[in-house]
Nanobody, 122 residues
Framework: QVTLVESGGGLVQTGDSLRLSCAAS????????MGWFRQAPGKEREFIAA????????YYAHSMKGRFIISRDNAKKMGYLQMNSLKPEDTAVYYC???????????????WGQGTQVTVSS
């Protein structure tokens, strides 16, 4: 069992940067891959990025690559999503997720945080 808690969301302006954090606890969370997803109102959950257990491999949705950066610090049991040049269309609830294997599919992740709201004003 892995418990995830996101933080760092908020209201920002177009062009701003924001770093989301995901605190992991439970059974050896540092051995799990981590993913970030988002869901805007009326839309399906969308893959952003994923990172393998040791941070050696990262994967991005094509549309996110270049603006968003995923990272982790296993010593602190933390995952991060750095978001730059934010746009109003980035407004969504952002979720971190964990699973044994790395994936870009939300259905592949068993463990999810409660989400953190990011709102980008124009």
């Amino acid at each position: 069992q892995v418990t995830l808690v996101e933080s760092g969301g908020g209201l920002v302006q177009t062009g701003d940067s924001l770093r989301l954090s995901c605190a992991a606890s439970g059974r050896t969370p540092s051995t799990y891959a981590m993913g970030w997803f988002r869901q805007a109102p009326g839309k399906e959950r969308e893959f952003i990025a994923a990172i393998n257990w040791n941070g050696g491999s990262t994967y991005y949705a094509h549309s996110m690559k270049g603006r968003f950066i995923i990272s982790r610090d296993n010593a602190k049991k933390m995952g991060y999503l750095q978001m730059n040049s934010l746009k109003p269309e980035d407004t969504a609830v952002y979720y971190c997720a964990a699973e044994v294997t790395t994936s870009q599919l939300s259905d592949s992740f068993r463990y999810w945080g409660q989400g953190t709201q990011v709102t980008v004003s124009s």
